[in-house]
């Protein structure tokens, strides 16, 4: 597989003309990419540096409003700059795009050049180096399920988001017949992902109709960060240049399956498998059995970080296989929480309560700081439940709405303990502006069911 983009290699193409622009780029709240197009030279020259950006990009809604109550930035304070500082191991081509490159940022304060406390990227790190400092390293892989449609995001815009099609007309889970119609926008998306240094492992159709399934190898978990959110943003822009819309709302219609974006975790130690015990039921060692026990007893608390807006919630439904309950079991995709390669060194816990809509750097740091505190205070598994975990009325429920997640997420104290109170602070106000933002809306449903009757 290629690998990242040297600085000399970047230099030698802008040199013989095969690369002219680069990408810089940081990670937003809602976990996507923003930043500036630079000629190459001038990155080179300067840019690789450092530069510069608006700190509003960090206290947004999904529609780049600009909403009050932050403290990071505010009308009041002015909205300065962040430095934007090139991760220069992040440099990689954008094969997709003519002669371009990309770099990720992380994000320092303009004046004092420290981190960022609350940028995504940063507040992974944070999480990171508190296992490296126990020495331990984990590892993480995601798995991104959308839906493909038949129109562009500007038809489908203009039409009122009415009358949506999807690009196939059928369920095609693991059916190869089936799945090979949306080729013309897989078959390059996997292949240029390769070439940019992400290690695609497989697509699939998925398990509704019009619905794709993207796999990348597992990696460190900043890596696998850094790959989920650049492959998210590759499929909208390769299904776009295709003239068609690539969509992770995860519950785009009420009659059809949602989308979900699955986190598959473990911990290392020494380059070998710290969750792995030969000797142990399931090959789950005590470090994994603690980890696990925090993972799953602060579910409630981080929900937000899995499911951050009101159409989230409307994708945890009974026989969706979205599940509801905070319990972990067997190779059961009814749970919460899969334990997948039981008695093997690849022995690893799913968490498939995310959506597709996930920022993945929030939603790994926040499994970390659960799972530390599991390791922290020698907490004890329970046993696995089994069967229909949807009928099982004794299991531990997520929040049922947003509105409900942001009371478990300004209420921890595990989190706060983990990331601080800034940290926790600004990302409950990123959920209260959505909430905030749909309570003010009329929906169509409401006057049609009561413009009559009412």
Request: include cysteine; glycine fraction near 8%.
């Given at each position: 597989?290629?690998?990242?983009?040297?600085?000399?290699?970047?230099?030698?193409?802008?040199?013989?003309?095969?690369?002219?622009?680069?990408?810089?780029?940081?990670?937003?709240?809602?976990?996507?990419?923003?930043?500036?197009?630079?000629?190459?030279?001038?990155?080179?020259?300067?840019?690789?540096?450092?530069?510069?950006?608006?700190?509003?990009?960090?206290?947004?809604?999904?529609?780049?409003?600009?909403p009050d109550g932050y403290q990071s930035t505010s009308w009041a304070a002015g909205y300065g700059d962040y430095v934007m500082k090139p991760d220069m191991n992040t440099l990689r081509?954008?094969?997709?795009?003519?002669?371009?490159?990309?770099?990720?940022?992380?994000?320092l304060d303009h004046h004092t050049h420290k981190p960022v406390p609350h940028a995504p990227r940063q507040v992974l790190k944070d999480q990171i180096a508190r296992l490296e400092a126990?020495?331990?390293?984990?590892?993480?892989?995601?798995?991104?399920?959308?839906?493909?449609?038949?129109?562009?995001?500007?038809?489908?815009?203009?039409?009122?988001?009415?009358?949506?099609?999807?690009?196939?007309?059928?369920?095609?889970?693991?059916?190869?017949?089936?799945?090979?119609?949306?080729?013309?926008?897989?078959?390059?998306?996997?292949?240029?992902?390769?070439?940019?240094?992400?290690?695609?492992?497989?697509?699939?159709?998925?398990?509704?109709?019009?619905?794709?399934?993207?796999?990348?190898?597992?990696?460190?978990?900043?890596?696998?960060?850094?790959?989920?959110?650049?492959?998210?943003?590759?499929?909208?822009?390769?299904?776009?240049?295709?003239?068609?819309?690539?969509?992770?709302?995860?519950?785009?219609?009420?009659?059809?399956?949602?989308?979900?974006?699955?986190?598959?975790?473990?911990?290392?130690?020494?380059?070998?498998?710290?969750?792995?015990?030969?000797?142990?039921?399931?090959?789950?060692?005590?470090?994994?059995?603690?980890?696990?026990?925090?993972?799953?007893?602060?579910?409630?608390?981080?929900?937000?970080?899995?499911?951050?807006?009101?159409?989230?919630?409307?994708?945890?439904?009974?026989?969706?296989?979205?599940?509801?309950?905070?319990?972990?079991?067997?190779?059961?995709?009814?749970?919460?929480?899969?334990?997948c390669g039981e008695g093997t060194r690849g022995v690893r816990m799913e968490c498939r309560i995310c959506g597709s809509d996930m920022n993945p750097y929030l939603a790994q740091a926040?499994?970390?700081?659960?799972?530390?505190?599991?390791?922290?205070?020698?907490?004890?598994?329970?046993?696995?439940?089994?069967?229909?975990?949807?009928?099982?009325?004794?299991?531990?429920?997520?929040?049922?709405?947003?509105?409900?997640?942001?009371?478990?997420?300004?209420?921890?104290?595990?989190?706060?303990?983990?990331?601080?109170?800034?940290?926790?602070?600004?990302?409950?106000?990123?959920?209260?502006?959505?909430?905030?933002?749909?309570?003010?809306?009329?929906?169509?449903?409401?006057?049609?069911?009561?413009?009559?009757?009412?």
């Open positions: 597989m290629p690998g990242p983009l040297t600085f000399d290699a970047l230099k030698a193409a802008a040199k013989d003309g095969s690369i002219d622009t680069v990408l810089v780029c940081l990670i937003d709240m809602q976990g996507r990419l923003m930043g500036k197009r630079f000629h190459v030279q001038n990155f080179i020259d300067h840019g690789w540096e450092e530069t510069h950006c608006c700190n509003y990009l960090l206290a947004t809604d999904l529609e780049m409003a600009t081509p954008v094969p997709w795009l003519e002669g371009t490159a990309m770099v990720l940022c992380d994000l126990m020495g331990l390293t984990p590892m993480m892989a995601t798995e991104l399920e959308f839906f493909l449609f038949e129109k562009s995001f500007e038809e489908i815009r203009k039409s009122g988001y009415r009358d949506l099609e999807t690009l196939s007309g059928h369920n095609a889970d693991y059916n190869i017949m089936l799945s090979a119609r949306d080729e013309a926008v897989m078959r390059p998306l996997r292949n240029h992902l390769y070439a940019a240094g992400i290690p695609v492992e497989n697509t699939k159709g998925e398990a509704e109709t019009g619905q794709e399934e993207l796999n990348i190898r597992y990696a460190e978990a900043l890596l696998c960060a850094d790959h989920h959110t650049i492959a998210k943003h590759a499929t909208k822009e390769i299904a776009w240049a295709h003239g068609h819309a690539a969509s992770f709302l995860p519950k785009w219609h009420h009659d059809r399956v949602g989308s979900a974006s699955h986190v598959h975790m473990s911990l290392w130690k020494d380059n070998e498998p710290a969750f792995y015990d030969p000797d142990a039921e399931y090959g789950m060692s005590e470090l994994m059995r603690s980890f696990c026990a925090g993972l799953i007893a602060y579910a409630p608390d981080y929900t937000f970080f899995l499911a951050p807006y009101v159409n989230s919630y409307k994708r945890f439904m009974k026989g969706t296989f979205a599940p509801t309950k905070t319990v972990w079991s067997v190779d059961n995709r009814t749970a919460g929480f899969r334990l926040a499994f970390l700081a659960a799972g530390i505190k599991g390791i922290e205070n020698r907490m004890e598994l329970a046993p696995p439940t089994s069967g229909d975990i949807y009928e099982d009325g004794a299991a531990g429920e997520i929040p049922h709405t947003l509105r409900d997640a942001i009371g478990t997420l300004r209420g921890s104290t595990m989190l706060r303990e983990a990331m601080g109170d800034f940290v926790v602070d600004h990302y409950t106000r990123c959920a209260e502006v959505e909430q905030e933002a749909f309570d003010q809306v009329v929906t169509d449903w409401e006057i049609a069911r009561g413009f009559e009757h009412a």
